[in-house]
């Protein structure tokens, strides 16, 4: 298995190279300083299995040069921070590492491609995802004054609670009174699209405009409609929506 690591800081590529021997000893492991040099390796070398590749160097950003290949590998990102997450997703990126590394978080990643590899490996897999989504829940009851209105859940874009009734927002800017609590909706909704982010709001993947640190382990999640209420992750769950967003599927 080959696995190239895309860092400017040589201390982190040995960090990085020592935790993935004892993870994948069989792997052959590669490794170019900056964006130039992955340029040279790609035209010289057959696509690897795996790349851990840090963002920003001086002659510009990987995703760059993720973008100008015509097949691109498996990508775990490196940064200092939570800057390019949301970016890192679009980007097709499988997890999101930050630095200082964590031989546990590294652990999590190889995990992660070992599982989408088995999905592509395995058509079946597929097939069994198509059953289990049929499932969830994709239309919802509502109450609009005395009259009932049924809502497709592909025009959700979140739900939100406010004193303890639990409300439906929909992308049209609709808003309509549910039955359900939070809690509940955890388990009737399709973990690949919904989040609870906090006590107070579940979100659809298409509803996120974009996301501000709103201090070292939380975020302010824009959403479109917009509320003014919280939409800031609780403690504990920022690094799951990372992973959620980067193919996690997991609401806990």
């Known amino acids: 298995m080959c696995i190239l690591i895309i860092e400017s800081e040589q201390a982190v590529i040995k960090e990085l190279e020592y935790i993935l021997k004892g993870i994948i000893p069989e792997a052959t492991i590669s490794h170019c300083s900056d964006i130039r040099a992955a340029r040279t390796w790609f035209r010289k070398n057959t696509l690897p299995r795996l790349v851990f590749s840090a963002i920003t160097f001086p002659d510009g950003l990987s995703f760059d040069l993720f973008t100008s290949l015509k097949t691109s590998p498996p990508v775990v990102y490196m940064n200092a921070n939570d800057r390019f997450a949301l970016e890192a997703f679009r980007q097709n990126g499988i997890y999101y590492l930050l630095k200082p590394l964590d031989r546990t978080e590294i652990e999590k990643a190889v995990f992660r491609y070992r599982y989408l590899l ?135």
């Open 118 to 252: 088995a999905k592509e490996t395995a058509p079946l897999v597929e097939e069994i995802q198509g059953e289990t989504n049929n499932r969830f829940q994709d239309r919802f009851l509502v109450t609009v004054g005395n009259q009932v209105k049924l809502v497709k859940g592909e025009e959700v874009a979140y739900f939100f609670s406010e004193q303890k009734i639990v409300y439906l927002i929909t992308f049209g800017g609709n808003k309509y009174r549910t039955g359900f609590t939070l809690e509940r909706l955890e388990q009737l909704l399709n973990p690949a699209h919904f989040f609870r982010i906090n006590r107070q709001f579940i979100i659809h993947l298409s509803a996120i405009v974009k996301m501000i640190p709103a201090s070292k382990s939380r975020l302010q999640v824009v959403l479109q409609p917009n509320t003014n209420y919280n939409t800031i992750t609780s403690f504990g769950r920022t690094d799951p929506f990372y992973n959620w967003l980067l193919g996690g599927f997991s609401m806990t």
